[in-house]
């Protein structure tokens, strides 16, 4: 018999300094639970996804970038790691960041470990 895992929307992979400094790694569930980004004090959201229509109003989330990557083993998301490296360091600043695909496994995971590397 198969076990299924059960993944959480959203985890903490930098601890937040109050409410800024703060890295999260979730998938789209996270990223459209709004009470959720509230409860962690995050401000700015970078999306791994193409064709999510996500989109905040400027009272839910500051600063939202999305990066249009597709699911796809040929997709080079790695031209843009200066833009996901740049967003990140850029908004740790002043607030929590949340960096999410669709599952937060793959696209999102690959940009939060380029940042750290």
Same mark, same amino acid.
């Given at each position: 018999?198969?076990?299924?895992?059960?993944? =959480?929307?959203?985890?903490?992979?930098? =601890?937040?300094?109050? *409410?800024?400094?703060?890295?999260?790694?979730?998938?789209? =569930?996270?990223?459209?639970?709004?009470?959720?980004?509230?409860?962690? *004090?995050?401000?700015?959201?970078?999306?791994?996804?193409?064709?999510?229509?996500?989109?905040?109003?400027?009272?839910?989330?500051?600063?939202?970038?999305?990066?249009?990557?597709? =699911? +796809?083993?040929?997709?080079?998301?790695? +031209?843009?790691?200066?833009?996901?490296?740049?967003?990140?360091?850029?908004?740790?600043?002043?607030?929590?960041?949340?960096?999410?695909?669709?599952?937060?496994? *793959?696209? *999102?995971?690959?940009?939060v470990i380029a940042y750290l590397m």
């Open positions: 018999m198969l076990a299924y895992l059960k993944i =959480d929307p959203m985890n903490c992979i930098i =601890d937040p300094q109050g *409410s800024k400094g703060g890295l999260y790694l979730g998938n789209i =569930d996270a990223a459209e639970n709004i009470a959720l980004l509230k409860q962690h *004090s995050i401000g700015a959201v970078l999306t791994v996804a193409a064709r999510t229509g996500l989109t905040y109003h400027k009272h839910q989330i500051h600063t939202h970038e999305v990066i249009k990557a597709d =699911d +796809v083993e040929t997709f080079e998301l790695r +031209v843009h790691f200066p833009k996901i490296i740049g967003f990140i360091e850029e908004h740790l600043k002043k607030t929590n960041v949340l960096v999410h695909c669709f599952a937060g496994i *793959s696209r *999102s995971a690959t940009g």
